[in-house]
């Protein structure tokens, strides 16, 4: 059974960066997209932009100069980096496998990680 | 972006009944489009991928059809465990995006 789990910091001050790690156990990080998902309190939920396990990224315009998602394979961990956070940027921030089976979908999800930005 | 419309954005169901939520994409997304289910307090969960395709685990009263920019979700009787969030979620041109949600809530 594949599992993800989020970790980092719950609290980044504004114009910082929010830095969260998602560890994958239970399965190879090979062939998959992995991505991170996030969730205003209250609202729905918003794709920041996924990696595939050899590196290469995507990326939400919306987020685009400001994130960075990069993989360690070796450790079975992948990683967001979203920078000059504003209190906008509070959210549950979930990681994902996107898989394909007639499409993409997200197959597995870690927990979520409440991250607040205030100061 | 693709844009997702959910209605009813809530609804008030009894134990039992059929109900039905539908999406629509601002433009066609073939029969990329997926569901998922979510609970208060909890990641989302996979119910329906490709349109109408059961995921593993998923009870069959739930079911999905659609194509092209117009999708349905139903349960055909609901159980109290099924009182959640629905989402709709487009996989057919990045960004990937989602609809804003319907709560299902107890009448």
């Known amino acids: 059974q594949v599992q993800l789990q989020e970790s980092g910091p719950g609290l980044v001050k504004p114009s910082e960066t929010l830095s969260l790690n998602c560890t994958v156990s239970?399965?190879?990080?090979?062939?998959?997209?992995w991505s991170w998902i996030r969730q205003p309190p209250g609202k729905g939920l918003e794709c920041i932009g996924y990696i595939y396990y050899s590196g290469s990224t995507n990326y939400n315009p919306s987020f685009k100069s400001r994130v960075t998602i990069s993989v360690d394979t070796s450790k079975n961990q992948f990683s967001l980096k979203l920078n000059s956070v504003t209190a906008a940027d509070t959210a549950v921030y979930y990681c994902?496998?996107?898989?394909?089976?007639?499409?993409?979908?997200?197959?597995?999800w870690g927990q979520g990680t409440l991250v607040t930005v205030s100061s | 972006d693709i844009q997702m419309t959910q209605s009813p954005s809530s609804l008030s169901a009894s134990v039992g009944d059929r109900v039905t939520i539908t999406c629509r994409a601002s433009q066609s997304v073939s029969y990329f489009l997926n569901w998922y289910q979510q609970k208060p307090g909890k990641a989302p969960k996979l119910l329906i991928y490709?349109?109408?395709n059961l995921q593993s685990g998923v009870p069959s009263r739930f079911s999905g059809s659609g194509s092209g920019t117009d999708f349905t979700l139903t349960i055909t009787s609901l159980q109290p465990e099924d009182f959640a969030t629905f989402y709709c979620q487009q996989s057919y041109s990045s960004p990937l995006t989602f609809g804003g949600g319907t709560k299902v809530e107890i009448k």
């Open positions: 994902a496998r996107r898989s394909y089976s007639g499409g993409y979908h997200f197959d597995y």
């Open positions: 490709a349109a109408s």
């Open positions: 239970g399965g190879a990080m090979s062939s998959y997209y």
